[in-house]
């Protein structure tokens, strides 16, 4: 008997929502007929304007001739640069490809179609399309002020609950919360939960603002740090991101992992961007500049936004889809946040300062055809 394909599949994956990335600078210039694709601006992922850390940069090049064999699986100097940076034990690190692999990860070894996992209704989509694709529901709890509500979170708990999300800072909304929230947080959490601190942002921040969660794994409460080198090192390309958790935490990630998940080129990179402390340094720099620019250019226009600790920023222009369309007529590439319930708002993210200054100018005018139409 002739069956299609999709028949075979497990009924629930047919069901499955597909994230929608930022559009890839090719993509839409292709689309829409641009023939230099290198006049279109990127505003849409998070991505360091900056590009890739120097040092990562150099690691590659001496890296290239090596590319003929397998990488070290097991990430040894990668993550025995990290415990010494961090201050934890190199078997409390895993790593993976972007931190989003560890997310699949978590929802592989922890959830089933028997559990659930507590999110903000507005954090990083990621956890809940994980938790679709292992049947676990999902229980999302509704933001204060664009701000995890960690009271909420903590009421939501079931006893069926095995992970509970927090983004911080969070991703699309650009805000935080502070260490003494977490702490009340956490000396209540009930220990059948694991808790998944998302600091994908978090080096963005200066060293005295960043809530030390670390020490939750430390103390060997059932806690995960996820982090990133897309974002704050210019990695998004390659793909590396890493967590840090209880021993037996990691021996389980590490167990549903690929072998060689991670490339060499980015094990590479990623090591020598944990060094770069002056990139990191610069990158501060040029997001808090992009931020008061990015501020000031939506108060001439009138223009609500969401304040943002991070390299990106929320604004509310109506009609966030069109704006976003209008913006890629514009060669600027930003991000519409309708599917976290946000249709009058647009995400961009923070450029240099001659792509702000592109963006703020090309918002200008389509709001005012807008307005005149
Ligand atoms: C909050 C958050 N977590 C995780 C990620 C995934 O990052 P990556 O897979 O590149 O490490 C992102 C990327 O946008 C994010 O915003």
Known sequence: MHRKIHELAHPWVRELRVYEPGRPIEEVARELGFADAEEIIKLASNENALGPSPKAQAAMRRAVRQMHLYPDGGAFYLRRALARKLGVEMDQIMV??????????????????????????????????????????????????????????LAAITPETKLVFLANPNNPTGTMVGGAAIERFMARVPPHVAVIFDEAYIELLPPDRQPDTLRYVREGRHAFV????????????????????????????????????????????????????????????????????????????????????????????????????????????????????????????????????????????ILAQTVSK
Not at 291 to 304: A, H, M, N, T, V
Not at 323 to 340: F, H, M, N, S, W
């Open 96 to 153: 993976g490809h972007g931190s989003n692999e560890i997310i699949a990860l978590l929802g592989q070894a922890f959830l089933s179609h028997t559990s659930n996992i507590v999110m903000a209704d507005g954090a990083f989509v990621v956890y809940r399309l994980v938790a679709d694709a292992f049947r676990a529901r999902t229980l999302a709890v509704p933001m204060k002020n664009f701000t995890h509500d960690l009271e909420a979170m």
């Open 226 to 365: 996820l982090r990133t080198f897309s974002k704050t090192y210019g990695l998004a390309g390659l793909r590396i991101g890493y967590a840090v958790g209880p021993r037996e935490g990691c021996e389980l990630l590490n167990k549903v992992r690929q072998p060689f998940n991670v490339n060499a080129m980015a094990l590479a990179a990623a090591e020598a961007a944990l060094g770069d402390d002056a990139f990191v340094a610069r990158t501060r720099r040029a997001v808090a500049a992009g931020l008061r620019q990015i501020e000031r250019g939506c108060q001439k226009l009138g223009l609500d936004f969401v304040p943002s600790v991070v390299n990106f920023m929320l604004i509310k222009t109506g009609r966030g889809r069109a704006v976003c369309q209008a913006l890629e007529r514009e060669k600027t590439i930003v991000r519409p946040v309708d599917g976290y319930g946000l249709p009058d708002y647009i995400r961009v993210t923070v450029g240099t300062r001659a792509e702000n200054t592109h963006f703020l100018k090309a918002l200008g005018r």
